[in-house]
């Protein structure tokens, strides 16, 4: 148990220092778009880390809910003494940012593949990702992470100057050409929900890598490569961002991709029943409510 935990803070341990030292040596000219491989080529290494705990630690947790939690009450004393080493000793360290985005990957694992675990069929997946999406969208544009999005963006707009904000500690980090430090790339909530979705698709017996989605859907994934197809959403909406200058709501993304390529390969998918299609009419109009509730607030009541 140990050796693949050790190898997945390796992954990403020299895969963040050696994207980081590569920057620093390439002409400026060829820096231009650098940053868009930095971020395909480390989310290939969060997919490589994931397949590892899939494949040697999952397995071996199973459905004992005392070792599960146990993992994540070690993995999260670990993460809060790396923010306190950060947050209170004021260590701004590369290496100590890139122990806490591995420890944090390693939670969202644990915790993604353990919330599929109640799921008891395929189509469960379906409201599953419409309230996360829909969650998504809300908080983005009117709830929590419109806050978030604007201390983080004051925060390094004025140069990590300041106490740091909580949220900073939960966002995955990459290094970026002209950065000393490693710079914000997503929420790690995100990866969470490519952890789960990509548990649910193992759980059912899916084939969720893109590299062979194309296969026949009765034989094992023989692929050495992996990639869940949850992550190319999260790649196109990080992309998306980037390039139009925005905040943008990852999750819809996410699902979307992944929805689409399962429910187009497996049929079992699509064959919603009446408790699936009730949660996601309840879990549709109780976001429209809150949303409709936030707006009213925000706008205010006009005087007389």
């Given at each position: ?16 220092l ?25 989310m290939?290494?969060l ?15 199973g ?12 993995l999260?004393?670990?993460?809060i ?29 644990v915790?993604?593949?353990w ?14 990702g419409v309230?996360?999406?829909l ?11 419109r ?15 300041g ?6 500690f ?9 950065n000393d430090?490693?710079m ?45 197809v ?12 980037r ?13 979307i991709?992944?929805l ?11 064959k ?29 009541i006009?005087?007389?």
């Amino acid at each position: 148990m140990i050796k693949p935990v050790i190898i997945i803070y390796l992954i990403w341990g020299l895969g963040t220092l050696g994207f980081q030292a590569l920057g620093r040596i390439l002409p400026e000219t060829p820096r231009a778009g650098f940053d868009y491989i930095i971020i395909v080529g480390l989310m290939a290494c969060l997919a490589w880390m994931t397949r590892i705990y899939q494949n040697r630690i999952e397995p071996a947790i199973g459905t004992e809910t005392a070792r599960r939690l146990s993992w994540i009450g070690v993995l999260t004393l670990i993460f809060i003494l790396l923010c306190l080493a950060e947050g209170l000793a004021g260590l701004k360290s590369n290496i100590i940012t890139a122990l806490s985005t591995a420890t944090l990957v390693l939670l969202a694992c644990v915790v993604g593949h353990w919330l599929v675990i109640p799921l008891k069929r395929p189509s469960a997946l379906i409201p599953i990702g419409v309230a996360l999406a829909l969650s998504d969208i809300f908080s983005v544009f009117s709830g929590p992470t419109r806050t978030f999005a604007k201390n983080i963006s004051d925060y390094y707009g004025e140069g990590m100057t300041g106490p740091v904000p909580l949220v900073d500690f939960f966002l995955v980090k990459m290094p970026m050409p002209g950065n000393d430090y490693f710079m914000p790339v997503f929420g790690i909530t995100d990866w969470v929900v490519v952890a789960l979705l990509s548990a649910g698709a193992l759980r059912f017996s899916m084939n969720d890598n893109v590299f062979s989605l194309a296969g026949s859907t009765q034989t094992h994934d023989k692929s050495r490569a992996f990639f869940p197809v949850a992550g190319i959403g999260l790649i196109l909406s990080i992309l998306t961002a980037r390039s139009m200058n925005l905040y943008l709501p990852a999750l819809p993304f996410i699902v979307i991709v992944f929805l689409g390529a399962m429910a187009a390969k497996y049929p079992r998918v699509r064959k919603l029943g009446p408790e699936e299609i009730r949660a996601m009419i309840f879990v549709s109009a109780l976001i429209g409510l809150f949303m409709a509730v936030f707006a009213f607030i925000k706008n205010g009541i006009g005087p007389g």
